[in-house]
């Protein structure tokens, strides 16, 4: 692992492992996941990813795959709110950070895949194709991500201001995940 890449890890380490406790994206992996719950959870991923992959501008297709999901379970994604407290992406290690961000979710995600096709029956082809990240190369994306991160990074500030932007990431998606909590309790 190049030391960009262990800083990133690292750096966002605390807030990653409190993410995965989150209420809303916890029943993806447990074996009685619902349907509601489901559609919940990719509701609070889409507020979250839309805006970001809307602002990089570039590698959206996961957007469109949670896009067609969403409207498998009778959701239209337009309608949703999005958040909108989140760190600025000018510069390239803001930008990379944020890739890193998005595109290492696709790992949770592919490995959340096999429990919510036991319980729901969604797969690559319908419902999960975000998780699935269907007829995305993400293994030849990632490995093509982490030398960017380690080339293009390389200068240490350059590398902390990716580690800030990816805790800063991190961060607005915590308050966004707990101000969508507010308005469920």
Request: proline share 5%; hydrophobic share 50%.
């Amino acid at each position: 692992m190049g030391p960009v890449r262990q800083a990133l890890r690292e750096a966002t380490r605390d807030i990653h492992e409190r993410l995965d406790r989150v209420a809303v994206l916890r029943p993806l992996t447990s074996p009685t996941i619902t349907v509601d719950e489901y559609r919940d959870a990719l509701i609070a991923l889409h507020g979250f990813n839309a805006p970001i992959e809307r602002a990089l501008g570039e590698g959206a297709e996961r957007l469109d795959l949670l896009r067609a999901d969403l409207a498998d379970l009778g959701v239209d994604a337009d309608s949703l709110p999005v958040a909108a407290a989140l760190p600025a992406l000018d510069g390239l290690p803001a930008r990379l950070a944020a890739r890193y961000v998005l595109d290492g979710s696709a790992h949770g995600g592919r490995a959340m895949l096999p429990n919510v096709t036991r319980a729901l029956g969604f797969d690559a082809t319908r419902g999960a194709r975000f998780l699935a990240s269907a007829g995305i190369d993400m293994a030849g994306r990632w490995k093509a991500l982490l030398a960017r991160l380690e080339s293009d990074l390389e200068a240490p500030e350059s590398a902390q201001s990716a580690c800030a932007t990816a805790v800063a990431l991190f961060a607005a998606l915590e308050v966004w995940l707990d101000g969508l909590a507010a308005k469920v309790a």
